[in-house]
């Protein structure tokens, strides 16, 4: 989406550590009127595919899996992050990594909202490793219900994480893929799909 | 609001505790399109009063806050939470007491994103002993910004913190405000400014 990778080169900053900070309009402060847009790309990817639910995890992927959800009509869920895995009987959990925090965590659902009859799309902020869309699919896996695919707003391509779903057979949709960055310099996988 | 009133009646849990548990529709599982409603309601009541920001926290607020962001037209910051006082200079911080949690954080913005020429609405889902919403007053205050006002969707008005605060001065709009509660029966204060 040739609109995002240029708000992402005008507006992102490269932090050592491989960090990309998108603080300005995504992740802290949020431009809801650009977010809204990113929700109606992510929407129309996903239309006619009986998407019925949205999961996403807290807390940065609410505001555009809020968008998505608006455009395709849907509800959101959006999975809890718990420290440890003191969990309850009655939520489905999965472990996962977080590459921008460096820590583990255990995402976890109600088993109320999620179930065999439901057709899920996983919305995420970030893409790098893939640890949270894995995380979030095994969540819906356990509660039988079928994956319809991933978005992801920002995917670092170099980072395998998304490759590495889709060589699995799983759609995932990623609406700026970075397949190089250095200060000042961010290069993005060209993307045929592409409308905005 | 009335719509609102009715869901909760219909949809919200009454825990031990003094819990009201509305993870149906607001806090896990999100009825986007409701929370639509919600988020234009508040922009409705704060249209006109120069809001150029809304600040909420994270998590459970970020999806009606950036509904009201969107109908307001104008970008969201949330501040994020960290559990010790090891801050970092570019941020302004404030201490908080969350009731649903029973711990304490402190909540914490970038001073990129707030400034002394900020008229800001802030927006949480619930509103119990207004600590979070004193925490972020705070916030924008040591921004020298303005507070336009404070929005929440759920008032728990048996615990007081949005009447001390409008004692004080504050412009507090709750789209609903619970009177008393007990299981099977919720009591709501009258609305005299709505419309919905």
Same mark, same amino acid.
């Given at each position: ?69 608006? &455009? ?19 939520? &489905? ?11 583990? &965590? ?81 290069? &993005? ?8």
């Amino acid at each position: 989406m040739k609109l995002l990778e240029d708000k992402i080169t005008a507006e992102g900053k490269v932090l050592p550590g491989n960090i990309l900070k998108v603080d300005g309009f995504l992740n802290h402060r949020i431009d809801v009127e650009f977010v809204m847009l990113l929700g109606k790309e992510i929407a129309r990817r996903y239309e006619g595919c009986g998407v019925n639910k949205i999961l996403t995890i807290e807390a940065s992927g609410i505001a555009v899996a809020t968008a998505a959800a608006f &455009y395709l009509n849907v509800p959101l869920i959006f999975a809890k992050k718990h420290k440890s895995g003191n969990i309850a009987d009655d939520v &489905y959990s999965a472990g996962a990594h977080s590459f921008t925090h460096g820590n583990d &965590y255990v995402a976890v659902v109600s088993k109320e909202y999620l179930s065999a009859d439901d057709t899920v799309l996983i919305v995420d902020d970030f893409l790098a490793l893939g640890s949270a869309l894995e995380c979030l699919m095994s969540i819906v896996e356990q509660a039988g219900g079928k994956v319809a695919g991933c978005a992801s707003i920002i995917e670092k391509g170099y980072q395998g994480g998304g490759d590495k779903l889709r060589a699995k057979g799983v759609r995932v949709e990623s609406l700026a893929i970075i397949e190089s960055m250095e200060t000042g310099k961010i290069t &993005y996988r060209p993307d045929e799909g592409e409308l905005l």
